[in-house]
């Protein structure tokens, strides 16, 4: 059974930092292609980072040079760094791990493209 648990939500002040974690399990973590999704009241989810099986990464032009995602194979975990927070990145933050091995986020971050969700961390960023 395929697990994803998101925690390290919470709430900051602008220029703030966060570091979002999310524990996997029931699934070959090292080739899957995996991403940091949120969505905040009233709008569509949408994809901030994205990660390879190879480590390679992409980002939303909205995060570029703020966020930073990194994984452990050794822990089946992966993280997002949030530095210089801004109101506008307050919502529930999601971890995704991707449908099938051969998927790739370098083609873009699209939720369609991922199977398995965690349940979300709330971000809170206050000005």
């Known amino acids: 059974q395929v697990q994803l648990v998101e925690s390290g939500g919470g709430s900051v002040q602008a220029g703030g930092s966060l570091r979002l974690s999310c524990a996997t399990s029931?699934?070959?973590?090292?080739?899957?292609?995996l991403a940091w999704f949120r969505q905040a009241p009233g709008k569509e989810r949408e994809g901030v980072a994205g990660?390879?099986?190879?480590?390679?990464?992409t980002y939303d032009d909205s995060v570029k040079g703020r966020f930073t995602i990194s994984k452990d194979n050794n822990k089946n975990s992966l993280y997002l760094q949030m530095n210089d927070l801004k109101p506008e990145d307050s919502a529930m933050y999601y971890c995704a791990a991707c449908k099938e091995s051969v998927v790739t986020v370098m083609a873009g971050i699209r939720s369609t493209d991922f199977r398995y969700w965690g349940q979300g961390t709330q971000v809170t960023v206050s000005s």
């Open positions: 990660i390879d099986g190879d480590g390679t990464t």
């Open positions: 029931g699934f070959t973590f090292r080739v899957y292609c």
